[in-house]
């Protein structure tokens, strides 16, 4: 079958840069939320999109043909239209298992599932579905349009013929796929999660402020985001619900700094609510 209108699930973050990409490859985007600030998700690909025309890597004409291309709604019977859907909510089980068979009911048989969890097992999410073989994960990490590489995984139900199409739709987003074995956490994210927790322990013990600690491990590793900017990217609360599933899975090397709760207790979230490790403007940008 050939894939040319997707469904993402999910209009946060992850989900809105996955809808940016594949419209920016030619694939007709449908952007289904539920939740706050779902209405929001247009304008913020908008803006993510005048950045990129601001630096010249985008013309008008182009950022005008790659809003053409998605759409946002409300109602899940849209998903009876596309022919590839992708998953990208939060990694809460029920939150996941409930959505994936309601969209079971409602795509056509052929269509192939992608769940971009990384802190759920996929033969978990499998379970929960008829079309346990048709479903793969593939983790996108943000910000999904300029990170070349992704995560995929199956498990033991998981048909070939899935992974191919996966694959070449990962290809068409101009992601190198590297297959990985099932587990908690994957590569990225696990690495990613060891590095952000550590960060708060060491300023939650005043081994420097948040500008220092950042500073030195971006310009010592050549990253463009440090641990701390990423986590309020994500969002702390987000954070926090994956460190815990690490935490019970993996025990204490993943116990979570007693910073992050105490954050999230506060609501400095990260760039949501303008106020986490660092304090943020109404576009995102970072205030001095």
Request: glycine share 8%; net charge negative.
């Amino acid at each position: 079958m050939e894939i040319r209108r997707i469904a993402v699930l999910g209009a946060g973050r992850l989900g809105r840069g996955i809808a940016e990409n594949a419209a920016s490859k030619g694939y007709d985007v449908v952007l289904f939320s539920q939740g706050a600030g779902g209405q929001d998700a247009l304008r913020r690909i908008e803006n993510s999109l005048d950045r990129k025309l601001a630096r010249w890597a985008i013309t008008e004409a182009e950022k005008r043909v790659i809003l053409g291309r998605i759409t946002f709604t409300l109602d899940l019977k849209e998903l009876s239209k596309v022919d590839l859907l992708v998953e990208a909510t939060i990694d809460h089980i029920y939150t996941k298992q409930e959505l994936l068979r309601t969209a079971d009911q409602l795509c056509q048989p052929d269509v192939v599932f992608i769940t971009t969890s990384s802190t759920l097992k996929l033969s978990d999410l499998a379970r929960s579905i008829t079309r346990s073989e048709s479903l793969v994960g593939l983790h996108l990490i943000p910000p999904v349009p300029e990170v070349s590489v992704a995560e995929l995984v199956r498990c033991h139900k998981t048909a070939d013929s899935a992974v191919e199409v996966v694959k070449n739709f990962a290809k068409r987003l101009g992601k190198e796929v590297i297959e990985i074995n099932e587990s908690v956490g994957l590569v990225n994210p696990r690495a990613l999660l060891a590095l952000i927790n550590e960060a708060a322990y060491m300023l939650d013990e005043g081994v420097g402020d948040a500008e220092s600690i950042e500073r030195i491990i971006k310009e010592s590793w050549g990253m463009v985001q440090g641990p701390l900017e990423m986590a309020d990217r994500f969002g702390l609360d987000l954070v926090l619900n994956w460190m815990e599933q690490m935490h019970q899975t993996y025990g204490d090397r993943f116990a979570p700094c007693p910073l992050l709760y105490r954050y999230v207790r506060q609501k400095r979230l990260g760039v949501k609510t303008n106020l986490g490790f660092f304090s943020y403007n109404t576009e995102g940008k970072q205030e001095e």
